[in-house]
């Protein structure tokens, strides 16, 4: 089914969107489920896992919802559900955007995923890697991409490295993590999603980074109305 967008590209304003889920469950099959026809006797027992059972959550616009639990709890696979990213074949269950089911297609044309790796090309500079972004998803040509750029570089605070390459790991070293964490966020804010979802959004940052992030996050849940789905690990031990 459909979702009712009135804008494709970008996420309508007029519009609200809440997302939720009604008994989600993933289940891993094994080799030995794949081939269980082959078998004569079915009712050897089998080994699927679930990574997700029966989960019900709401997030509701103009408000963060943060995933909790600890490490292996299943959050990225939720995002990822959520997102589209994981066929739907083996995922059971209902995924609904403002009370219908979900049209993945349609979904991330009015959403960002921020995946938990930052999967930049260390050789293109800040500005470069946004303008890439900005090319690829707004249709009003260059002039409205370099405005849009800039825009989102004043916001995430990456003025200062527009002129950095991102960099790689070790010597070939450009940006600092938590530059590259809002640097991965902006490209998928570039065409203003209705809904973004991030996994891990403070991972690796400071407190100053982590709360700048935060902050900026909560301003465009409030006074833009796009709503986060992030995920993150609660503290162990
Ligand atoms: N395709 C897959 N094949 C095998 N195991 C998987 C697969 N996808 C997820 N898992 C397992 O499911 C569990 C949940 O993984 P997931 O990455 O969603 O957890 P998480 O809560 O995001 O963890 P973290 O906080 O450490 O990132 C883990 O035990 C993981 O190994």
Known sequence: MELPLSAPD???????????????????????????????????????KFILKDVNCEARPAEITAIAGPSGAGKTTLLEVLA????????????????QPIDPKSFQRLSGYVPQDDTLFPSLTVEETLMYSALFRLHGGRK?????VRALMKELGLDH????????????????????????????????????LIDEPTSGLDSAAALHVVKMLKFMAVYQGTFSGRSSSLPQG
């Open 10 to 48: 970008s996420g309508d304003w007029t519009v609200s969107y809440k997302l939720e889920t009604k008994n989600l469950s993933y289940k891993l099959g094994t080799k030995f489920d794949e081939f269980s026809w082959l078998f004569r006797n079915k009712n050897r027992n089998s080994r699927a």
């Open 144 to 148: 409205e991409a370099v405005a849009r």
């Open 84 to 99: 589209g990213k994981i066929s739907r074949g083996r995922v059971s269950g209902e995924v609904l955007v403002n009370n």
């Open 161 to 196: 490295v527009a002129k950095t390459r991102i960099g790689g790991k070790s010597s070939n070293r450009g940006i600092s993590g938590g530059e590259k964490r809002r640097v991965s966020i902006g490209v998928e804010l570039v065409h203003d999603p209705a809904v973004i």
